[in-house]
């Protein structure tokens, strides 16, 4: 999910933590809940300072290893014993479940939107994606600003959040349920086998598809129950060039995140651009998550990107310098 809603949830715990006895007697241990259940909704995504050494790491392993099964446990240790340093006399192992459950829920709902996560690593480097929620989901957090404004009003917050996280896991399994008949609906309007994926959006009768087969890739969307089919993609096999700029950090970076990619090769003046694109995110004039190589005419590689551009004439812009300091 976004920073806002993880933020959100971090205080929604704190409030649904005075369901705990020992929470709602202590002051200071409510205090302290606070601190971790804050700063464990937001811990996992540090890896976002990932971006600064360039987007090939920050692809590579945002949401990879720190929110794995050992970061986790590393997390929830590592937060809850700075917090208890500064709290003295309260009960840590109080904090520490409270800590816990704050950085399982911010690695649990990142699991249900299209990014996903590798939560199962070590065991998996499977990125796992259930594609039921928008990345912002209006919902999720109108239920916490209107946990927050009863919260305010000076009802219990335990019961305030007991029944936003009841709505919200109701709310969540008629997504699942609604994903699963949609993605019938449009098996049996393509009528062809492979793998299916709906891609959810702001909107809740909105959704992107994708169908990959063996051959070939169809890209549409659902707009109230209505089935539009966009771009048809067929893979043609790989080539010297595709090859070479395969070479490329960025490629491979990018390479190793999408279960969706797709490639194809333009001439330009220098020599070849290769343009890898992620058949799930598609705006209405391009594909926004990509990666791009240029190749001289000898097949050595110029420069490259890998990244997000919703504007396509950006795109040029930062391939143009490239070039120029090449």
């Known amino acids: ?9 971090g205080f929604g715990l704190a409030g649904l933590a005075y369901l705990d006895p020992a929470v ?26 990932l971006k600064l050494t360039g987007n090939a790491r920050y692809i590579r392993n945002h949401r990879g290893r720190s929110h794995s099964i050992p970061a986790m446990l590393l ?49 998996s480097k499977r990125w796992i994606s259930f594609n039921m929620i928008n990345i912002f989901d209006p ?26 996280y009841a709505v919200m896991i109701t709310y969540i399994i008629q997504r699942a349920l609604t994903y699963r008949h949609l993605v019938k609906k449009v098996k049996e ?7 299916y994926v709906l891609l959810p959006t702001l909107f809740w009768t909105r959704w992107g598809i994708v169908v990959k087969t063996d051959t070939v890739s169809y890209v ?3 707009i109230q129950g209505q089935i539009i089919w966009h771009d048809t993609f067929v893979y043609k096999g790989e080539n010297e060039i595709i090859a070479s ?47 791009i190589v240029h190749l001289n005419d000898d097949l050595r590689i110029l420069d490259s990107y890998a990244g997000w551009e919703y504007r396509e004439h950006k ?4 391939l143009i310098l490239a070039l120029d300091k090449s």
């Open 315 to 318: 795109i040029e812009e930062k």
């Open 139 to 164: 919902f999720i957090m109108g239920i916490h600003l209107l946990g927050f404004v009863f919260w305010r009003a000076g009802l219990n917050p335990g019961i305030v959040f007991a029944c936003v």
């Open 220 to 222: 549409g969307e659902m």
């Open 1 to 9: 999910m976004d920073t806002g809603t993880h933020i959100a949830m």
């Open 24 to 49: 709602a007697a202590s002051p200071g241990l409510a205090s302290a809940v606070l601190l971790g259940t804050l700063i464990g909704s937001q811990a996992p995504d540090i890896d976002t300072v």
């Open 245 to 291: 700029a395969k070479q490329d950090v960025n490629v491979q970076a990018f390479l190793s995140f999408t279960r969706y990619p797709y490639v194809y090769v333009t001439k330009r003046d220098f020599g070849y651009e290769v343009r890898w694109i992620d058949l799930r995110y598609r705006t209405k004039t391009h594909y926004a998550f990509m990666a």
């Open 75 to 123: 997390w929830t240790g590592l937060i809850s014993g700075g917090v208890y340093l500064f709290h003295s006399g309260i009960s840590f192992l109080h904090l520490l479940l409270w800590t816990l459950i704050a950085v399982l829920v911010h690695v649990t709902v990142d699991l249900f939107n299209s990014y996903g996560t590798q939560a199962t690593r070590p065991l």
């Open 189 to 195: 309007n393509l009528g062809v086998a492979g793998h």
